[in-house]
Each structure stands twice: as C-alpha cells, then as structure tokens.
C-alpha cells in the first residue's frame, strides 16, 4: 500500500517544481497572503500553541520541535515590556552536501518564506528579521530580495501591515561561503561581521542571540511552512506522518537514482517508496542498492538492508542510528566507489572545519588524509582501529555539532563497510 | 550548511543531550537529598568531595577550589571565554560526553570526575590531537622549560603519537621589534587575539583562514601598535609569541629572579628582573590586582637594554676617565668656592627613597643649602599623586581628563578607564589635544576654558574623577586650572614617573625659602650658582645647564647629554643594581631588591653620597642600608617596612589648592608625551626603544586626526525597505 500522492491544496510548497509564477501574483493566485491579516490579530500565544500542537520540527536539521523554540523567546507581560528588540533569523545558509531544497523555496515560491517571515516575527515579538543566505545563492537571493520588494508594494511588510499595526522588517545578508556558518551560532557571528565560528552554549540565542538580544534562528522551509499550519486547521498538518514526525518535508533525492527530485512528501513515508515512487527508482534496479545516506552528508549511513525497511522520519532513523537531518537523501548502487564518496565527504569536513577547536581543526584533516590514504588500499588494517578511535577522539569534544557530523560518516563507513577497506588494504599489500 | 544533527544547540534537555544537568537526580543517583547550601552557593561534588561554591561559578572553578588542577590552554582569568583548546574537558556524572569545564557552569548536585577513566581519555585525546601540527621543537624553543603546552603533555598526554602524516608548517610573521613569532607552534588558543581586542583595544591580530589553515597574525604584515603588545608573549602559552630581545639570549632554569618595580610610569608596576651572570636579560611582571593586574608596559619590559648601553663605569672630571678618590677631590675644591647660597641639587625622576633622602640629606646637612628640587621647571608645589587608587578607577562614575593622555602617561590605568568605559558605559571626557584613547570619549575642547564651558556636564556627575597630567601644573595658569577641577570633582595628579612621586614624598623639594628648579636653573644661568649638583635626568636637560659658569656635578646612569656637559661625573646604580623603596603615582609604597651589581666603578647613589659628606668632614648619620631606613622611616612614617604594599593615605604629601587669582587661559594644552617609546632619557638608551619608536606610526598611539570615537549610540534606521545590503 503507497501512501497517495500530495494534492496542490495539501502543500507547503505547490510551487516547489517551479512550474507556476514565482512571483507575487502567482502566490497570491496558489492562496498566499491571504487570511495574513487574520494571522496578524490572534494572539501570539495561540499561534505558539498551535505549533506545538502540530508537533512541527525544525526542518534544518536537528529536529527540534519549533513550538517549544518559539515559546522560549520572551514575550512582554503588561506590568514587563520588553528591554530588548527580539530578532528571527532565518538560516538560509544551505551546504550540508546533497541538500538542496531551500534552494528550491527560494528561486520558485520565495513569498513562502516572506510570509512565514511576517508571521514568524510577529510571533516573536521581533520588529526585524534577517534572512541569511549563503553566498553562492547569488542568483536566489536576488529573486528573494524581489520578492520582498514585491511585498513591501503589497502592504505586507514595513509599518503597520494591513493596518494590523504590526510591523516587521525583513533584510537578506550574503554569507561568504563558509558551511559553518549554518550552525546558528556561527552564523549569528557572521550576521554581527564577525568570523563565523560557534558560540560557547549556554547562554543560548533565545536569551542572548544576534547582539546580545533574544533570537530565534529557524531554516527556510520551516519559517516558510508556519502560515499554511497556522492559516489550516490542525488536522491539515497532523493526517500526514506518525505522532510526533507529523506533517509534509520536502526530500532531496540524489545519486544513483533515475530520476533526481526535490519533492514534498508526507512525513514517515518508508524510504524505499519515495525513492521508486517519486525518483524513478535506482539505477539498475533496487537489488543494485548499496548504500544510502539518508539526511545529509552528516548522517551516517543506511545499508540495502536498513534502507528497505526503514521509515523517512525522525524517530525511526534514530532508531536506525542515523537521522533525518536535511531529508536529503543520496542514493548509492553498487556501482559508486563509496569509499571515495566518503573520502570526498571527510574532504568536505577538512576543507570547511572552522578552526576553532582543537579537536576538529586539527583532527579532521588527519581523518581525511588517513581515508585517503586507506582507501587506495594503503595502510595497515590495524589502523582502521586507530581510525576509530582517532574519531572516538573528535566526536563530542567540540563546541558545535560539525566534529560530530564530520565523524558519523566515517564511523558509518567503518561499521557497515569496513570488510571493504579491509579487502582494499590486503590488496595494497599483495601489490 | 543547514544544521547538522545537534543534540546540544536548545536549551532543553533531551534524554541524550549534554543541555544543562537536569536538577533533579536520575533514579540511579537516588540517595537522600542533600542539606541546602549555604544562601547564594551551591552543592558540588569534586571526585566525590561535597563542596560548596559560589552560584554563578564555572565547573573549573569548582575543580580550582578542590584543589584538582585542570590543564588548559586557552582560558585565562582576565581575558573572555573562548573553549576552543578542549583541553578543559572534565566528565559530569550523568552527562554523555566531557564537557569544557573552563565555561560550564556549575550546577546544585554536579558531581564532576576530574580522576575519571573518560577526563584522562578526553585529555590525552585533546593533548595528541595538539600535538599532531606541533613542531615538538623544544630544544630551540624559547619557550622551553617554561612552555604550558610542554608541562601539560608530560602531565596529561601519551608518550607517543600515532599520526603518520607529514605536519603543517606555518609562515612565521614580521610583527616589529617586540614580538618574534614562530607560527607554526601556535595553538590556536587566541589569548593574543582576545588580549588585543579586550583589553589592548587595538584590533590589530586575529584569525584568518579556517580550519588547519587557520592563523593567527595581523591580517596585513605589520608591526604591532600596541604599547602593550608585550603581554601577549606572556599569554602565549606556548613558543609562538616570544620575546624579540629575548631571543635565543637564556634558557628559564638558568635566570636568578629578583622583585623589582618599573618606575617608568607613574603604575609602578611589580616585575620580575631576570638575571644571569649579573646581567638583566629581561623584565617579567608580577601579579598584584591593585596596581598592574598582570600586565606590563612595552616600555618596561623591553627597555633592559638601556642597563647594559652607554653606561658611565668610572667618575669623569672634565670627561676624563678619574678615580673615586680624583673625583671628590675636584668636588671638594669646587665647595670651597661656594656657599650654601650658591649651592644647589635637582634630583631626576628614576630615583628611590633612598637616593632622594641620602641626596636631601647631603645638601641641607652636608652643605647646608635649602636650594634643592625634584620636580620638572615651573611645577606648581603641589604633590602629584592620584587621590584615587588605581583599583578604584574601576567603579569611577565619570572621569575628565585634563591635558591627560592616560594611554601613553600611564598605559595600564588606561586598561582600567577602557573596561570602565566599555563595560560600564563609564563617561569619559577630555580636554586637551585629540587623542585615540581605545576607547570612546567625549572632547570637549583644547584649551582650559572647556572647563568652565562644560560645568554643567561635569556637575550632573556626583562623583567625577579629574585626572591631571603632571605636565600641566607647568603651565602658568595651573593654580586655576587646579581651582576650577578642584570645583567640580576629585582631583588626581597623574606623574611621569615613579621615581618622580617618590622623591616627592621624602620631601626632596625647596626648603624653606629656597629655589626650586626654576629658580636653581635661572640662577645658574646668570651664573650666580658656584655648584649644582644633578642627580638623575628629566628634570633639567643640559640645554637648561649649557651657559652656567659654576661647576655643574652630575651624579648618573648613563652618559647622556647632561653628563657630557658636567664638569664632574660620578657613576650611580640604575634601578636594577640597587635595593630601593618607591612610592607610586597612588601613593603605594613599592620595594625592589637589588638584582644586579652597578657596572665596574658605578657605586649605589646613597653610598656615594655617604662617602662624599665624610669627605667633606661632615658625615651623613648612615653607614648601611638598613640605618638608612630607619632614618627615611622616622622622617617619613609612610616608608616605615610595615607599610610595604599598602597606600598611606596620611602621609602622602596633602593636595593643596593654591590660591587662584589667576585666570585660566587661552592657550591649548599640549600633548603630554611625543613619543611614547622615548620619552625619557632612559628610554632614549635603549636600542630597542629606538627600533621600536620607529616602526611606531602614529596609526594608534599619539595624537590622531579626525573625530573621536563617538560614544555608542543606538543604531539607525534601517533605510532601504527591506533591500538588502548584500
Ligand atoms: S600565538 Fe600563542 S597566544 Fe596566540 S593563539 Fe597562538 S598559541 Fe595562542
Ligand atoms: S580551557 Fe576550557 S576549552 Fe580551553
């Protein structure tokens, strides 16, 4: 039984394939904009309350259930006004590998995200928002920054929105092209022009943020999926996905597939289905699947076997020991070299480690080479133990979460394909 | 990147984050509850040992109280919490990785393992991965034997490595005269960086480039501006940053360490004076919270050359090279000639209590003069001490400056005025030439009229801290400019030197109806003085002395323009090579030790003087240092041995307002030092000083054109409607 495909009206993102106008009259015309007033006069707290409900979790990466980060922002009590602005950031910088779907909100239905501004900030108290976006999306920021301008013509940004009295600023910033600066905290650095490296936690952005002020950091698609929870009712969301993983999530899927799609899906869709119903399929057939990694180059990966059973959301890709990450999902058959994958992957995490920690600055580079090196076969198997343990040395030593990402795909690798690397080794030897 | 899976980035606990320690204890800590701590502290385990400590403290601190000592790299008391050296990493109970114990705050209940098989692990594993780009040059390294990265490798890491891999070099960078750099060493510990940015304000080195590729430098090659560029050397915990004069000159274990103190500002910084073979081979600070914190001025710390150049070894009558005995003789004959009237002593400003009492001592008993002075030309009679200590700048409400710069008059006040200013918003408003301080100010003119222009600024204040550079009380409207300061705040004299405030205090000044220096100095131009004595340099300069016709006596370090122009020359100790009590521009008296002999024929300044009045058949009633003492105690309580350390409000010379019929004037105020790197002739002995001046632009020190900093305002409008500045 395959669950049905998503109708137009049951989308976050209709526009998604890029087929209609982008701009804002094909927004307007697919529904956008439209009961935002209504949005504007209920009480923030009731929208707060409603995503908790809707159990929506954070679309980025580590899944933390949005409702819960919104209600730890401060809102003003009659006897407590505020002393301090708030800010909601949206993180736009988009680099774990094979992840590409906010590229897609951005250049084909960027208004999702210009109203899930509005309502984002509104909810949070915050007069400004920042769109930070990652400097090789020079072509989509621009798309966006045409999209805020169209918005602004409209009436839905600036003072005083549709006479609701609210009023909500939105900028865009270019990052510089450095992956880190995706984990929030770096990113909010950068946003103050600073080096973009991971702040010490605590204190946390919901107290201390984006210049010392309470922040909200939140990734494109889930800012942009807020109005349609919140304009809908609950029910909407909620009939799609298990308890707890509710609602729709765009997939990325990649590789050794037919057909490389990004495509909103129902929540807890079994993996094996998205890839045939939606990708076309792998390359010379599922029998031919070797491995896949299921959300982003960080998440370790699934071999055939876990692939065929397991489900595409959070909770039972942790069960799996992996995670749903991005949702981007990179499909390898049995004809990829997937020890120069990964080599290529530890590449990416040397090339992009910010520096600051010990471990990850000057560990991930020897990860790399060691990958390198064992992988053409030269090396002693007894330093695939070493190797692990050399990871065991990385993982959760640092301040953020990279070292730990960096380190899953090679502990994946060694778990699941270390009889490969073995055979290589002898061979490097026999030669 | 869109997050990576990131257990720890929200502030709620998940079974298997590392978020805060949940308060309530895990079924299997069940035990009964702990008695509450005390009001404001906390109950924690150290390896088992029930504590209590501070709310608000870190788990390190926790550790440091229990006496468990964590290694670490990049943390440091005085600077801002970085985390980055992971070397910290201690295992919490109940907590599924180590965390960075140097920020982690300590919670009710931690029980924190610094002896746990995972800490040990989490150490070895951070010291290899240091290790792996580390050059492991000790052998010639000039931080060897005295290097953190080194002691804790010993304590904490493996005896071997397992990276196979060839390592990373580093270019090493040209930064000037002060610091020699050897890059690839570096730690990535970012002391220097937050040293520079926090507390130097001079945002001159960072990081660029990211991960292994990541360096610390000047951005742009450059020799550092700061003039407090050396503490980064100390900070350094390993031999990346180290001492350029320094270099390759001594290895630690071979330096004799003696407590001295750096007269070369009004701080009057404890240091440490390192000596091999009774050479000085360089200037360390010492921590004291009151006075210097832990850092040290460039000028002192790389001015030592200064005691091994240009030095005079030997008494010189007329510039020839005579004996001790030649010497008194031809000082003997010129007494004859004079009489207490035409006789008279200007002390310099690098002298202790012991040379100003035994020189105080010498003219008025010896010589019966009361012509004698130790204060530059034209000094108002006024003491010039702060009234405020030091530490107390750090919770001044406002502070003025007239005339003052304090970051090149005194550079580790201004450290305090800048944390005031930034912290605290603290108000801080000048009069005088422009200057960039590091930090905000108001300028509020050039000229003294400010003062009366600006009353009602200065009066919304209640406690406001007027700082007075010395050189101001030269002007001829300083009795006004004192009366108007006087009006609206407390008045603080800050003093070029040291030596300067402490010969004040024994009372080396005019007695009685006597001259002071510019009366000594005119008089012997029109060559009415038969003898001056000098003692010491900055206070007449040997164009003050060119047209005397009398016999000019110079008692001295270094054969400076001044001894050059003396009849006869007597050869004293400088700071190092002589025991001596000072009390600094706060009125704290300081003690230094004597760390090395005076150069070949070079006596301590008391001794000559001693010799000179027996000569004179008058001796003076000392014969050693200790006598000497007593005496400077019994004439001045503050000196006496038990207030070493501590500020003697009472004795201190009192702040007197003189009377004010004058008006204050027009004219500007002028810069209080030139150059800062040379501003005395002490410092103009120094090669060092020289080299270092002249990398020096005036980029962040001295004077700078343009406006000030202006104070922080809230931000403009954002103008374009939501257009981006992409
Ligand atoms: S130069 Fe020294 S102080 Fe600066 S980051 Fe490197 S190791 Fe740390
Ligand atoms: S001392 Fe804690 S991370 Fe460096």
Redesign the pocket.
Known sequence: MSLPRLQPQDMCFPNLAGAGDWGIKGYQKRGGYEGLKALLQTAPKDHIEKLKQSSLRGRGGAGFPTGMKWSFMPQPAPDKPLTKPSYLVCNADEGEPGTCKDRDILRFDPHTLVEGMIVGCYCLNAKVGYIYVRGEYYDESSRLNQAIQEAYKAGFLGKNILGTGVDVDVHVHLGAGAYICGEETALLESLEGKKGQPRLKPPFPAGFGLYGCPTTINNVETIAQVPPILKNPLEWFTRWGRPGNSGTKIFSISGSVKNPINVEAPMSIPLRELIEEYAGGVTGGWSNLQAIIPGGSSTPMLNAEQSARVLMDFDALKAEGTGLGTAAIVVMNKQIDLLRVMTRISHFYHHESCGQCTPCREGVGWVHRLMERLSAGEGTPAELDQLYALTKKIEGRTICAFADGAMWPVQGTLKHFRNLLESRLNKGEAA | MSNPTNPTQQPAAKANTAAPAPASPTPAQAQPPLPPAPEGMLNVFVDGILLHVKKGSTV?QACTLAAKEIP????HDRLSI???????LVEIEGMPKPI????WPAAEGMKIRTDSKLTAEARKGTMELLLINHPLDCPICDQGGECALQDQAVAYGSDRSHFHEFKRAVDDKDIGHKIKTVMTRCIH?TRCVRFATELAGVEEFGATGRGENMQIGTYVEQALQSELAGNMIDLCPVGALTSAPYAFTARPWELKRTSSVDLLDAVGTPVTVDTRAGQVMRVLPEECDEINEEWLTDAARFSYDALSTNRLTTPLIGGKPATWPQAFEAIKKALKSSTPATTAGLMGNLQSAEDAYAFKAFLTQTLGTQNLDSRPAGTLPNSAFLTTPLKSFDTAEAVLLIGCNPRLEAPLLNIRLRRAALKRRMPVYAIGTQMNLAYPHTHLGETPEALTQHATTFKAHAALQILISQSVLQRPDASAILAAAAKLGTVNILADTTGRTTTHSIGALPQGKGNGTSGILAAWQKGQLKTLFIHGEDTASAMDVKSGKGTLIYLGTHNTPLAKAADVVLPTAAWAEKSGLYMNGEGRLLGADQATLPPLNAKEDWKIYRALSAELGNPLPFNTLSQLRTLIAQANPAFAPANLGQITAAQRPEFRIPNSEFRLSTKPFTAPVEKYYLRNEYLKQSQTMHAIQAESGSANLGPQPGAPMPLPTKPAKPKGRGAAHA
């Open positions: 390190m670490h790299f990049c943390y970085a985390g980055n050296c992971r070397m910290c960075a114990s140097c920020h510990c």
